[in-house]
């Protein structure tokens, strides 16, 4: 018997525009505040939740849709698709924010960390050694690798516990 599912991707799509919007925004709103420069725990865990709160909004969409029903491959493809098209969009608004609205951004970070190395006690040969090997990862295509790649990590990781607690096979497919 062929299984009868709605498609993931439609899903994936629409939650990962959402979660793009959503960091578009925040990152905005960094700008303007000139926080833009420096992550922090703060930033992480709005991100983190962010994506999260996108990836079950998906996940929960889809399942209503589906007829209540969700397998773990089907969740895991919606949750980490967010997180990859999320991921596009926000990696090509930091490529228009570093390059358009904020060119010195680069140098502007690594004057900070270079002012952070100072305040932990470092020399200043370390200090500019390391301020060398960081300049190596800023390139844009560098940064959107990673970012990339740090995007569909993430999403695996934060849809894993969600897509256990809302999984739910029908029973006609077993």
């Known amino acids: 018997m062929i299984e ?18 959503i960091s578009v925004v925040f990152s905005l709103i960094l700008f303007s505040m000139d926080l833009h420069y420096q992550g922090g725990s703060s930033v992480f865990i709005v ?21 209540g029903y969700m397998t773990f491959s089907q969740g895991l493809k919606i949750g980490v698709g967010i997180c990859l098209i999320g991921g596009v969009i926000t990696m090509l608004f930091q490529f228009v924010l570093s390059n358009v609205l904020d060119p010195e951004m680069t140098a502007k970070q690594l004057d900070i960390a270079r002012a952070q190395m100072q305040e932990q006690g470092l020399g200043a040969d370390e200090i500019e ?23 569909v990590f993430f999403g695996f990781v934060l849809s894993i516990i969600p897509v256990l607690v809302l999984k739910k096979s029908n029973p006609e497919y077993s």
């Open 129 to 151: 050694a390391r301020i060398e090997m960081a300049k190596k990862f800023t390139g844009p295509f560098i940064q959107a690798a990673f970012g990339l790649i740090g995007s």
């Open 47 to 67: 991100s983190v939740l962010s994506m999260l709160g996108c990836i079950i909004a998906g996940l929960i969409q889809y399942r209503k849709v589906n007829g």
């Open 4 to 21: 009868n599912t709605t498609p993931t991707g439609k899903f994936a799509l629409n939650y990962g525009l959402l979660l793009g919007g």
